[in-house]
């Protein structure tokens, strides 16, 4: 999967210069490549962008979504609780005025992944989806997530960290489901569950 090149081919038919497009993606790359980013890397956006291909055909706005996707962690600071809110809107300005797509409902879809509660938007609920996917994972693939994670937070030291992650994963249980589309729901959500809770375990 070449990301630069889905990533350049939306942007220039949504209204980019090529030139312009181009530069976009140095900066994209430059922001997931920090070395801080454990997780919240290229590598994430990729793994979404195969559940994006996957289920394309059920979005309504699927260049909207494919663009939240490539920007929604565009920020990332393990100190702070407005990533999701400084990348919806970097995302926002940096499109062209005479852009197709809609700037709304783009800092709508970032804005969800900061706590990927249910809406009613089918766009949203596939996105959450797309980005919680990893919760599913063989236990083994998990245990390098979580790991991954960790080292994001490697500022903060145990007694301050596990209390928080366990909070976090908690979180997840007490809504009524992890996954918002019954096609996730279906395949994945009994998976998460059980890697959830055994996380919780270990903290």
Not at 14 to 39: C, D, P
Not at 149 to 167: H, L, Q, T, V, W
């Amino acid at each position: 999967m070449n990301l630069q090149q889905i990533f350049t081919e939306l942007l220039v038919n949504n209204g980019f210069s090529e030139g312009n497009a181009i530069v976009r993606w140095t900066e994209l790359e430059k922001a997931y490549s920090h070395k801080s980013r454990q997780y919240h890397n290229l590598t994430h956006l990729k793994e979404m962008i195969i559940c994006f291909e996957e289920y394309r055909n059920q979005l309504q706005c699927p260049d909207e979504v494919l663009y939240a996707i490539f920007y929604h962690d565009y920020v990332y600071n393990s100190s702070r609780k407005d990533n999701e809110a400084k990348s919806a809107e970097l995302a926002v300005s940096l499109l062209p005025e005479h852009s197709t797509v809609n700037k709304d409902r783009i800092y709508k879809l970032i804005m969800v992944t900061k706590d990927h509660l249910c809406h009613d938007n089918e766009d949203e609920k596939w996105l959450i989806d797309f980005d919680l996917k990893i919760l599913s994972k063989e236990w083994e693939d998990y245990m390098i997530y979580y790991k991954q994670i960790r080292k994001e937070y490697s500022i903060y030291p145990d007694f301050m960290y596990n209390p928080g992650r366990k909070k976090a994963l908690q979180h997840f249980l007490e809504n009524k489901n992890i996954y918002q589309t019954e096609t996730f729901k279906n395949l994945y959500e009994q998976q998460a569950i059980a890697n959830i809770q055994r996380e919780i375990d270990l903290l």
